[in-house]
Nanobody
Framework: QLQLVESGGGLVQPGGSLRLSCAAS????????IGWFRQAPGKEREGVLC????????NYADSEKGRFTISRDNAQNTVYLQMNSLKPEDTAVYFC????????????????WGQGTQVTVSS
């Protein structure tokens, strides 16, 4: 059974950092692109960053450029989202999702999803 599990969310002050993890089970990540998405209350789910099966990275949100980075550890079957200089507007539920090989910025193109992890940026 293919499963994704996010972890690492929490409450952080503005300017702080968090590292989210997306652990896969039931399949190996080296044939999949993993996208990170987020959804704030009352808003649509939006793409943040994606890493393809070959390691290429795509940033879907200009506001995160230079603050967020994505990486993968195939040995651990895990993808990470490092978030620095967090702002209150980064508050959302963060999801990871998987699709074969190539990244997409559209959530509807991903077949597999984790349950999400809450990130709250507040003083």
């Amino acid at each position: 059974q293919l499963q994704l599990v996010e972890s690492g969310g929490g409450l952080v002050q503005p300017g702080g950092s968090l590292r989210l993890s997306c652990a896969a089970s039931g399949f190996t990540l080296d044939s999949y692109a993993i996208g990170w998405f987020r959804q704030a209350p009352g808003k649509e789910r939006e793409g943040v960053l994606c890493i393809s099966s070959s390691g290429g990275r795509i940033n879907y949100a200009d506001s995160e450029k230079g603050r967020f980075t994505i990486s993968r550890d195939n040995a651990q079957n895990t993808v990470y989202l490092q978030m620095n200089s967090l702002k209150p507007e980064d508050t959302a539920v963060y999801f990871c999702a998987a699709r074969r090989y190539y990244c997409s910025g559209s959530p509807r193109n991903y077949a597999y999803w984790g349950q999400g992890t809450q990130v709250t940026v507040s003083s």
